[in-house]
């Protein structure tokens, strides 16, 4: 074609951002969005190729920063079900474009950037959409700490992940200020799992003397006060490091977001993401006959329907900064790596403590969002893209529509007329998974396109994924930049330990 302007464009759409919807064009060249223009106004452009979205939504691409992928094993037997290759091919065909996955450091290992060159070798090549890692820092060793500001600088990586709970990976409060405190001198995120574990091994120890074995009293094991106490507790460790800002990670108890609005209401920056598992599941579904209920063993489980109300409320008043999906898969019906492996003839029935944690969710977390319709669609992009892209140092070249600066990284909706009526099953989906917790959920819209730096990576209607497994480009992030937090940070100036 002579005098192509554009690569692509995309017209009719009615377009969402964080902060506006309105109806305009799209136009994109090399990789991103270079104009938006009135509606209508490039369905003649001089463009490669033309998509009418015919009056659909077009939304920018998701952004789910909680993604475990083809971890080593930590936790016993369980072994993920997804590769960097099949979880990202499921990312994209439910309209993400971007995870952030985890760089885990065992226990027994003192270096961080070991952990780190091995998750690369494990990703490199084999993405479908552009992906980023945290660290999971699991021994703050000394060496460790030290090597936060190459991490952090050199590395692009410029958050971290420590956890309250879990053998393998639970440090202790200690361990958690001497973290925090580095995390503070490096601008890096500290993402914190807030769970009591010598309480939760205590109650598990109260339940097995009873018997009680089935996988409904993981519940059981974790009630909410032990989620609310650790939240509470990482706040107060977060304002004595000289208020260093922590996410709380996949909030489900009511009275852990109480604790958290206060401090925000305090102006502590204190920062929360939820899942969809505590919107569309509760603690009946752990209950579900015979081992089944191991499908919805994540942590902290989900809880009620009442909690499931307080957690809506949190995302549309502001509560929650961000909607991830903890994707986390294990295979239902596999002894050897999946959920089944701890069945043994001494417990036929499995042993709640032994199930592998964590549920798959990366590919329905935007369809089952937007289809549920409880958010406003700015709130709903806002949490889903635009926070996070923020949050994790990756915006505005992520989470948003910005002409000049954004990745061509969008979501095309079905519009009015021609929206699919969807009854979830798990053969739908492009995970290798061999389950959803939410089949048979109905879905009354889902991602009709998917783009990433300008690219059809996902055409529902005409082939399904036609991305490619090499197309996904490491992110180097930079530090946080949503609300300011580390210019606030420099404003109350270091930790002093002699100030108090
Ligand atoms: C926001 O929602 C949370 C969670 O439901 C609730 O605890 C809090 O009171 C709400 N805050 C305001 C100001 O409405
Ligand atoms: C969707 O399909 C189900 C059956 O599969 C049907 O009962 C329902 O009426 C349909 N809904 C719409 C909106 O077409």
């Not at 202790?172 to 601008?187: G, H, M, P, T, W």
């Amino acid at each position: 074609m002579e005098n192509v302007e554009y690569d692509l464009v995309i017209t009719n759409g009615i377009c969402v951002t964080a902060a506006d919807i309105a109806s305009y064009d799209i136009a994109i060249k090399d990789e991103k969005i270079v104009l938006l223009a009135p509606s209508g106004s490039l369905a003649q452009a001089a463009a490669r190729k033309i998509i009418d979205a015919e009056g659909g939504y077009v939304t920018p691409g998701g952004v789910d920063c909680h993604v475990h992928l083809e971890e080593p094993p930590l936790f016993g037997k369980g072994y993920s079900s997804d590769t960097y290759e099949t979880g990202t091919r499921s990312a994209i065909a439910g309209g993400c474009t971007t995870i952030v996955g985890f760089a885990p450091q065992p226990k027994t290992e003192p270096s961080l950037l070991k952990a780190l060159k091995d998750t690369h070798a494990r990703a490199s090549g084999n993405s479908f959409c552009d992906y980023g890692f945290h660290m999971l820092v699991g021994n703050p060793s000394e060496q460790a700490l030290e090597e936060l500001s190459t991490i952090s600088g050199d590395e692009g990586v410029t958050s971290l992940k420590i956890y309250m709970t879990y053998t393998a990976l639970q440090i202790r409060d200690d361990q958690i200020l001497s973290v925090l405190l580095k995390a503070r001198e490096n601008r890096i995120l500290t993402m914190i799992h807030c769970e009591n574990g010598d309480v939760l091994n205590w109650m598990t120890d109260q339940l097995e003397a009873k018997n009680l074995f089935d996988p409904k009293y993981h519940s059981h094991s974790r009630p909410p006060i032990l989620e609310a106490e650790a939240t509470n507790r990482a706040i107060a460790l977060s304002s004595l490091i000289s208020h260093t800002p922590i996410l709380i990670v996949h909030v489900s108890d009511p009275g852990a977001t109480l604790r958290i609005r206060k401090a925000q209401t305090n102006g502590q920056p204190i920062f929360a993401e939820t899942c969809p598992q505590y919107l569309f599941l509760t603690r009946d579904d752990l209950a579900a006959p015979g081992f089944e209920g191991a499908k919805c063993v994540c942590s902290p489980p989900p809880r009620d329907k009442e909690s499931q109300e307080a957690i809506w409320t949190g995302l549309r008043n502001g509560t929650f900064t961000v909607l991830s999906s903890d994707h986390c898969p294990f295979n239902y019906d596999d002894a050897e790596r999946g959920k089944k492996t701890c069945i043994t003839p001494e417990y036929p029935v499995g042993r709640f403590k032994q199930i592998p944690n964590g549920i798959p969710g990366v590919e329905t977390r935007l369809p089952l969002v937007f289809s549920a319709g409880r958010l406003a669609l700015t709130k709903f992009v806002e949490v889903m893209s635009t926070n996070p892209a923020k949050l994790y140092g990756l915006y505005p070249k992520k989470g948003s529509l910005i002409p000049g600066v954004s990745d061509a990284d969008i979501v095309i909706w079905y519009p009015e007329g021609k929206k699919p009526n969807i009854t979830l099953t798990n053969e739908m989906l492009h995970h290798a998974n061999d389950y959803t917790p939410f089949e048979g959920r109905k879905i009354g819209n889902w991602p009709r396109y998917t783009l990433l730096r300008g690219k059809v990576v996902w055409d529902r209607d005409n082939g399904g994924v036609v991305g490619e497994k090499s197309y996904g480009q490491f992110l180097k992030r930079g530090a946080s930049t949503l609300d300011r937090i580390w210019e606030t940070v420099e404003e109350q100036g270091p930790f002093d330990v002699a100030s108090f």
